[in-house]
């Protein structure tokens, strides 16, 4: 099993371009998270999904949109590029659990590191 | 809205010596808290969890210790090597949500 896997690794944007990174699990985890990390401040949550078909906004959401049509990936789309959005993004996975184990740990991809000129 | 803080933001120990981190949660309801290890350019790996319904939990030289009452958690390393050197970050989430409030990490640096 593959996990989770993010393409691209590395990418450089100008200013307004769109894009869309591509995240996809093989462990058929029905939840779906995409995080973005900064110097300093961790990692922060974009949006989520819990199951195909659903997203949600999570902490930092403008300037992002997502969808899931396939349970096994979630697509995290930039509309019009910013220097602000400049950060590396990970993508993560994991199953719903249940009753009082209904937490479960996250998996995380390598991560896509995006710079924005 | 939920908030979880994590300190020391940087660590420094001698080999062998023993490294805490710790966090604290703002929301009671929160049940699970998982630690994860980032190594350089690296994703975040799980290194150990703990659930509210337990108050310590071990992994050979890793253990962390949850007080609800207080609404905080620690990480605690033991004879740590040069290996443990890295970005740790501690989480928080309730059952009721789907989310994971993560701290803002701690890089500890062991020093040979």
């Known amino acids: 099993n593959a996990g989770v896997t993010q393409t691209p690794k590395f990418r450089v944007l100008k200013t307004g371009q769109s894009m869309t990174l591509l995240c996809a699990q093989d462990?058929?985890?029905?939840?779906m998270y995409w995080y973005r990390q900064d110097p300093g401040m961790g990692l922060r949550l974009i949006h989520y999904?819990?199951?195909?078909?659903?997203?949600a906004k999570g902490e930092v959401p403008d300037g992002y949109n997502v969808s899931r049509l396939k349970k096994q990936n979630f697509l995290l789309g930039l509309e019009s590029a910013a220097p602000s959005q400049t950060s590396v993004y990970f993508c993560?996975?994991?199953?719903?659990?249940?009753?009082?184990?209904?937490?479960?740990?996250?998996?995380f991809g390598d991560g896509t590191r995006l710079s924005i000129l | 809205g939920e908030n979880v803080e994590q300190h020391p933001s940087t660590l420094s120990v001698q080999e062998g010596d023993s490294a805490v981190i710790k966090c604290t949660y703002s929301?009671?309801?929160?049940?699970?808290f998982p630690w994860y290890k980032q190594e350089l350019g690296k994703r975040p790996q799980l290194i150990i969890d703990?659930?509210?319904?337990?108050g310590e939990k071990k992994d050979q030289r890793i253990a962390v210790t949850l007080n609800k009452t207080a609404k905080h958690f620690s990480l605690h390393i033991t004879e740590t090597q040069p290996e443990d050197s890295a970005v740790y970050f501690c989480?928080?989430?309730?059952?009721?949500?789907?989310?994971?409030?993560f701290g803002t990490g701690t890089r500890l640096k062991v020093l040979a």
């Open positions: 993560a996975s994991r199953p719903p659990g249940l009753g009082l184990n209904s937490n479960q740990p996250q998996h």
């Open positions: 462990m058929n985890h029905e939840y």
């Open positions: 999904s819990v199951g195909e078909g659903t997203t």
């Open positions: 929301d009671s309801a929160s049940n699970y």
């Open positions: 703990i659930r509210s319904n337990v």
């Open positions: 989480a928080a989430s309730n059952r009721g949500t789907y989310k994971y409030i």
